[in-house]
């Protein structure tokens, strides 16, 4: 474990001095990198990102993000005024979700997005009726359950029909049946997103195949498809490791080069996940017949994937004597009043020492976007990496913006 989050950067312990624990520290070049290596792995067959904002939505991020010529993927009215916030072109915006309420639908048709991509025959007819009130036309791409089981945690499996998401084949033709000719809309294409961590590539590869097939027949039955969204998903190399970009690249092109259409990709944690850290500072250390554990100041609501998925992260002491401190089995716990609220569990780690610093790694996707104020405990800052240089991107919350929205004292 360095010192610092990159060469010639402040050291975690001067961060932590600087700006408290626990802290996020974002590497807004490792994003941009990651960015750049999609870009090329998908090169020939990629229309744009859309990179998909609920991984980490913070405004620094989609601003660098933006800059670097990436669109985005929202799922609520929140996400798309982040991106309208740094000024994000609307027409590279598109707008996912299961349940868009009336008031989103408006706020994506007021701002011009790029695409709604709906998720049920009630949604379509809610956008075109909107649509037609204001006098415009709402692009829409209808969302595909193509009914592919992408093999990952079953909370982050989308396509298949056990699945709340999208429409099977069937009710999406019959909705564009029904709805054509309609003023208020203007279909282009399908989405299609099967899961997110999806280690296997050929289950993008059987998920492009079945879109190939429809978008086949989508035209055979007279409707031009010009676009197809292919989802994010890509997994990430947490304990195990995951296929190059590149492997999830060649599973599909098959599929999706003859198509002729604009493919766009929705990747939020394949972008993020490596490029965010949580500094945390030792609080106690409780030695056990059976273990230690190590009682540090972040937790579940700073960090929820370990709870909540049972997620492994990397951990690390950052101590220059570490090397001299006897290994022992910890467990990694935060303050909160229960036994889910772990970091890590069962790692072999240097003994800490309360006052230590340690780092949770691999936490930049779903980690401050997930984040909360359980047990009252006011979220956590962030800082974003740039070259060697640190910046606060993000203040920590005080006791009093915890209470801010409260009516009642
Ligand atoms: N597009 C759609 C329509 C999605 O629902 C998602 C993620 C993505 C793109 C981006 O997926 P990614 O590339 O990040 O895998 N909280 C969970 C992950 C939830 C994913 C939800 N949808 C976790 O911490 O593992």
């Not at 579940?300 to 090397?323: I, T």
Request: hydrophobic share 45%; net charge neutral.
């Amino acid at each position: 474990m360095s010192a610092a989050p990159r060469a010639g950067a402040p050291t975690f312990a001067a961060l932590a001095e600087r700006h408290g624990t626990p802290l996020w520290i974002t590497d807004a070049d490792a994003v941009l990198a990651r960015l750049r290596e999609l870009e090329a792995a998908f090169a020939g067959l990629l229309h744009g990102v859309r990179y998909s904002v609920k991984a980490n939505s913070g405004l620094a991020l989609l601003r660098k993000l933006k800059e670097a010529g990436a669109g985005f993927d929202v799922v609520s009215g929140g996400e798309l005024a982040r991106c309208l916030r740094v000024g994000v072109d609307p027409g590279r915006i598109v707008f996912a979700g299961v349940g868009k309420s009336d008031a989103e639908l408006a706020a994506g048709l007021a701002a011009g997005i790029g695409s709604f991509d709906v998720e049920s025959a009630d949604e379509l007819d809610r956008l075109a009726a909107l649509a037609e009130a204001r006098g415009v036309a709402a692009p829409f791409a209808l969302r595909l359950n193509p009914d592919v089981d992408a093999g990952t945690h079953e909370y982050v499996t989308t396509g298949t029909r056990r699945n709340k998401f999208g429409l099977p084949f069937d009710e999406a033709l019959a909705a564009l049946r029904r709805t054509a000719g309609r003023r208020g809309l203007r279909f282009h294409g399908f989405h299609v997103h099967i899961g997110s961590q999806v280690t296997d590539p050929t289950r993008f590869a059987a998920a492009a195949a079945i879109v190939a097939e429809r978008i086949a027949a989508t035209r055979a039955a007279g409707y031009a498809v010009s676009s197809l969204d292919f989802g994010g998903g890509f997994a990430v190399a947490y304990e195990q490791p995951a296929p190059p970009i590149a492997a999830v690249a060649a599973a599909v092109r098959p599929h999706l080069a003859p198509l002729q259409v604009e493919l766009l990709l929705e990747p939020g944690r394949w972008l993020v996940a490596e490029a965010g850290r949580l500094l945390c500072r030792v609080v106690a250390v409780k030695q056990t017949p059976d273990r230690a554990f190590v009682i540090v100041d972040g937790a579940m609501n700073d960090l929820v994937r370990p709870a909540l998925y049972g997620a492994w992260h990397p951990v690390e002491l950052v101590a220059p004597d570490r090397a001299a401190r006897p290994v022992v089995l910890a467990d990694v716990v935060g303050p909160v009043c229960e036994s889910g609220d772990f970091l890590a569990k069962e790692r072999r780690l240097p003994l800490p020492r309360a006052g230590d610093l340690v780092v949770v790694g691999m936490a930049g996707a779903y980690g401050t976007s997930m984040s909360s104020q359980y047990n009252s405990r006011p979220r956590a800052a962030e800082v974003l990496l740039e070259g060697t240089a640190t910046r606060l991107v993000r203040r920590r919350e005080t006791i009093d913006d915890l209470l801010a929205t409260e009516l009642d004292g």
